[in-house]
């Protein structure tokens, strides 16, 4: 059983197609890897903490999405 921390089962590419280059696929696992056990410390040193969980889980949401974009032009 999978969980959305743990790495997606394929990578789709712009085209809808999914990833294939061994070396694209091993950078993005281990990015994925990485930021899941940040945000998993992040959210638990928070709650702990005394923030809560639901406040916490918005505010990581927020991050993720306020991401600029890398192909915009700044």
Same mark, same amino acid.
């Given at each position: 059983?999978?969980?959305? $921390?743990?790495?997606? &089962?394929?990578?789709?590419? *712009?085209?809808? !197609?999914?990833?294939?280059? /061994?070396?694209? $696929?091993?950078?993005? &696992? %281990?990015?994925? #890897? %990485?930021? &899941?056990?940040?945000? #998993?410390?992040?959210? %638990?040193?928070?709650?702990?903490?005394?923030?809560?969980?639901? &406040?916490? #889980? #918005?505010? $990581? *949401?927020?991050?993720?999405?306020?991401?600029?974009?890398?192909? /915009?032009? !700044?």
């Amino acid at each position: 059983m999978t969980t959305p $921390l743990d790495p997606p &089962a394929a990578w789709p590419g *712009a085209d809808g !197609a999914p990833l294939s280059c /061994r070396e694209k $696929l091993k950078v993005l &696992a %281990e990015n994925h #890897r %990485e930021a &899941a056990q940040v945000l #998993r410390d992040a959210f %638990e040193d928070a709650v702990l903490m005394g923030v809560d969980e639901a &406040a916490m #889980r #918005r505010i $990581l *949401a927020e991050m993720v999405a306020a991401l600029p974009s890398p192909k /915009r032009a !700044a």
